[in-house]
């Protein structure tokens, strides 16, 4: 409409004003009496409060070929107390107007419970008892297996999910709990009953390795008193350290398709392990990782997107699998996305060329000044709600940083420069430590694959 | 029976209030201040969907939402994401059965900018639109619909189920992804054509919500949007009238590889804006609506038959709004008996309505899903301009939780008796074609919209 642009004033663009000061919330932190910690954070205007468990009771605590006992554990705590049957808890919960999430992760188990202030004593009451009463009846966690044997052909048939599973399986060695899916497998799942359930809760749930995390509005809430009645009503026994085997992966660059005869698109999951956040090039990599593909103006979409179709979104990340203080740690750093099926091996040819032109050539300033401008400018708008501070707080908490680990974060975001950043990008995603997998059409990709000499190619069967 | 069972004093609204102000080219403007944290949310509704789309033309709107990233008069290529995360901020643009929106959620100091980028694509888009953006989007689109519907189990229910539920030829029969060949049959010039019809400052509001100073906001938002001429070349929606009930079972079996069963169903229900629209969504979440609802302790817990029931509502102003029933068989477990529990607690909700117990979790429930979207400066915006474009007053926003909270049980049971039985429901079951797995889950709240950036 030419017309309509010819007649309207334009204006320069405009300059930010002064930009108004904000850092991540500190928390306070505490200790009830039965030795569980307590982290909170008053955040005014936040009506619904979020309240974080996090439980030490890791994957690699699951007894042998009970993979999957602690995501029925996780999920059975809220199937009934000592007072409530679970048809009574789930009712009572939602009558707080509250949800409660509950999963199993490698570094042990979280539960998130959001609900309005003016009901958060009631349901933190239903939380502690849910921890320490936990009534795990023998038909209710019967029926959770039962019901997670059923989940298990969805998960299978999801791609990403599949690539997902595939990609653990290549990377870490089969005695890892980290090469087997977190939730269990269909053999593992079926030998889980309420005895089983019972025991991994008697081993690992208690106090005094528990750390609850709220945040929210607390006007006119009693917080002392309310965690007083309800969590530090729970009693239980000290609990011997633990110490956290180390994580090692096999990252040679080879291939692994996934065959799904017909699918109309190849997902991709290409990735290895690399550092967490106890590592001093953090930062660096947060950013690097962030100017390959972060967003749609990264480098791999303004290419497979923004220049050839090829997909709806193509993204790198580093997702923390187990961070601690010693350095046995680490985080997958990977490239996910999905592409239709016949732009397969250009599409894989050009993230390839990406790759090689970061390491030959770097990252421009221009692009580092952008990135640390996005990952540091959007923090208030990221941290608005009280379930986001809440998060970060938890998994700070987790991975046994310091509480400020995340306020830091910001200052040492700026003050990364454009050669680290680059460094820590190409060291992050090598062109040849990358193990692909690829959830497709083998008949139609393979060959297209096998030219492209990114490794070696193996199909398995969906 | 007032059933006042509110978690906050302001029964949701939060304190907030919001002023009203319109442009001499027609464009409508909402503020909203909130200094709590320092972020500005701007929020940009058209009153254009899929709805307004013609035959052989569907999944342009959506489209032409991906278009209007790439670039106007003064903004390049892909200056308008650049600039906004280069800024600090966060955006996005989403296209629905009724509205296409547009959002920035920017630092308070960063606003301006935010302004500027969307009135310079209201006023110029057409001047940098050109083929070689038209035909990269059409390419991305299809692989968003690749990625979310044909490639993923079950991907198409919500397609199917809209389909049945408007017949053919109705605004409504089509969902905003569109079709393939239709993807591939648009061309540039029913993208232009499409922007000098739609894309008037006169057919959008604009809310702006935050740590904001009004006086000065509106001052820019006058500079900016002020000079963008009116026109008025909009075509209403074509009618969609349709009876309030179907007045027959719909049924259409599908044999795909899916991983299991399922019992998928679509309810025409009373359209948004009604206290009778109000009182389907209590049915809704006392029927499937979390791990308390009836159809989750008889299909999952007692029976058994089920891996998930839940119950979704899509509300709509222009057309009969959507229940959408969701049921994944467990293994071994027929269909047929899977409805013949669903119809049995169906029918004895609309004889018996809900208990005094059940209705306090419904309000509690719905009210804190409001809380949640008032919790964010960008929830808060696309609110005010959802109640602006859609039923001519944002203020509807700040109340609409006391409004869920004013609904009796006798409204909840009579719009389930009126509505929720076998002759109002486009049922749509899955048969699975190999013993092996394919694929998994959707959801309505999924299906519904599309978006530019995943």
């Known amino acids: 409409m030419s017309d309509a642009a010819a007649t309207m004033t334009f204006h320069p663009q405009p300059q930010p004003g002064p930009a108004t000061p904000w850092a991540f919330p500190a928390p306070e932190r505490g200790q009830l009496p039965n030795g569980l910690t307590v982290l909170r954070c008053h955040r005014p205007g936040q009506q619904v409060v979020a309240v974080e468990i996090n439980l030490d009771a890791p994957l690699e605590a699951e007894p042998a070929g009970l993979d999957g006992v602690s995501t029925i554990m996780a999920r059975a705590l809220s199937e009934g107390t000592d007072k409530l049957t679970a048809e009574e808890f789930a009712a009572e919960l939602e009558r707080c107007g509250a949800t409660l999430d509950a999963h199993a992760d490698h570094p042990g188990v979280r539960i998130s419970l959001e609900v309005p202030a003016s009901r958060l004593v009631k349901a933190l009451g239903l939380l502690a008892d849910a921890l320490r009463a936990p009534a795990f009846p023998d038909g209710e966690v019967e029926r959770l297996v039962r019901n997670r044997l059923d989940e298990i052909p969805h998960e299978l048939a999801n791609p990403a999910r599949r690539a997902a599973m595939a990609l653990s399986a290549q990377l870490f060695p089969a005695d890892s709990r980290m090469s087997r899916p977190r939730q269990g497998t269909e053999e593992s799942v079926e030998r889980i009953d309420a005895a089983a359930v019972r025991a991994f809760y008697e081993a690992h749930v208690r106090p005094v390795t528990t750390t609850a995390v709220v945040v929210g509005d607390f006007t006119g809430v009693d917080l002392d008193a309310a965690l007083a009645d309800t969590l530090g009503a729970w009693t239980g026994s000290p609990a011997a350290p633990r110490q956290a085997p180390p994580i090692t992966a096999d990252d040679k660059g080879r291939v692994v398709i996934v065959d799904r005869p017909g699918a109309v698109q190849t997902q991709l999951l290409i990735g290895r392990i690399g550092a967490d956040r106890h590592d001093r090039v953090w930062p660096a990599q947060v950013l690097g990782t962030y100017c390959l593909g972060g967003t749609l103006t990264s480098r791999l979409d303004r290419v497979l997107r923004e220049e050839k179709g090829y997909t709806y979104g193509v993204r790198a990340f580093g997702q923390v699998l187990r961070s601690t203080p010693d350095g046995t740690g680490a985080a997958m750093l990977a490239i996910s996305g999905s592409v239709d099926t016949a732009s397969t091996g250009p599409a894989l040819d050009d993230l390839w060329t990406v790759l090689r032109t970061l390491a030959a050539e770097g990252l421009t300033d221009a692009e580092r000044d952008v990135a640390v401008q996005n990952l540091v400018g959007v923090a208030p708008l990221k941290y608005e709600t009280a379930a986001a501070v809440a998060g970060t707080l938890a998994d700070q908490v987790e991975q046994h940083l310091p509480d400020d680990f995340q306020a830091h974060l910001y200052e040492r975001l700026a003050a990364t420069g454009t050669v680290e950043a680059t460094a820590a990008a190409v060291s992050a995603f090598p062109v040849d430590r990358l193990v692909t997998i690829l959830v497709g059409d083998a008949a139609q990709i393979e060959e297209p694959v096998k030219a492209l000499g990114i490794g070696e190619v193996t199909v398995v069967t969906g | ?454």
């Open chain 2, 1 to 454: 029976m007032p059933m006042g069972h509110t978690a906050t004093q302001q029964a949701g609204s939060g304190g907030l209030t919001a002023t009203e102000h319109r442009l001499a080219n027609g464009l409508r403007v909402v503020l909203s201040e909130d200094h709590l944290t320092p972020v500005a949310a701007v929020c940009l509704w058209y009153d254009v969907g899929s709805r307004h789309e013609v035959k052989g033309r569907t999944g342009l709107a959506h489209l032409f939402e991906h278009l209007m990233f790439q670039g106007s008069a003064q903004v390049k290529g892909n200056g308008h994401f650049e600039l906004v995360q280069g800024a600090g901020g966060s955006l996005n643009g989403t296209t629905s059965f009724e509205r296409t929106n547009y959002f920035e959620t920017m630092p308070a100091h960063q606003l301006e900018l935010a302004l500027w980028l969307e009135a310079d694509r209201m006023g110029s888009l057409l001047t940098a639109l050109d083929e070689e953006s038209m035909e990269n989007q059409r390419d991305v689109v299809k692989n968003e619909r690749r990625q979310r519907y044909d490639n993923v189990p079950y991907g198409t229910a919500f397609e199917k189920l809209t389909a049945m539920a408007y017949p053919d030829g109705h605004p409504y029969h089509h969902t905003p992804i569109g079709s393939m060949a239709d993807l591939d049959a648009a061309s540039l010039e029913d993208a232009r054509a499409f922007f000098r019809t739609y894309y008037a400052p006169g057919n959008a509001v604009l809310s702006v919500v935050g740590d904001i100073d009004p006086e000065r906001t509106l001052a820019w938002i006058e500079k900016y949007f002020g000079s963008i001429p009116a026109h008025d070349g909009k075509q209403p929606p074509r009618d969609g009238t349709l009876p309030d009930v179907m007045g027959e079972e719909l049924r259409e079996v599908v044999r795909e590889e899916v991983p299991s069963r399922a019992l998928m169903a679509a309810y025409r229900l009373p359209h948004d804006g009604t206290r009778e629209a109000d009182a389907a969504d209590l049915a809704l979440t006392v029927l499937g609506g979390g791990e308390s609802s009836r159809l989750h302790n008889r299909l999952v817990r007692h029976d058994r038959s089920a891996v998930a029931a839940g119950f979704g509502l899509l509300r709509l102003v222009g057309a009969p709004s959507l229940g959408w029933l969701d049921v994944k068989a467990s293994g071994g477990v027929e269909v047929p008996d899977i409805e013949a529990a669903v119809d049995d607690e169906l029918a004895r909700f609309a004889a018996e309505g809900p208990t005094p117990e059940e209705m306090e979790r419904a309000q509690a429930q719905l009210e804190r899903e409001w809380l949640d979207r008032l919790a964010t400066v960008s929830g808060r915006a696309d609110e005010l301009c959802r109640f602006a474009v859609l039923f001519g007053d944002p203020q509807l926003a700040l109340t609409a939780v006391e409004r869920v909270l004013d609904i009796t049980p006798e409204e909840v049971r009579a719009v389930a008796e009126a509505r929720l039985h076998p002759d109002n429901r486009a049922a749509l079951v899955y048969e699975p074609t190999a013993p092996e797995a394919a694929e998994a889950d959707v959801t309505a709240e999924d299906a519904e919209e599309t978006e530019t950036a995943q």
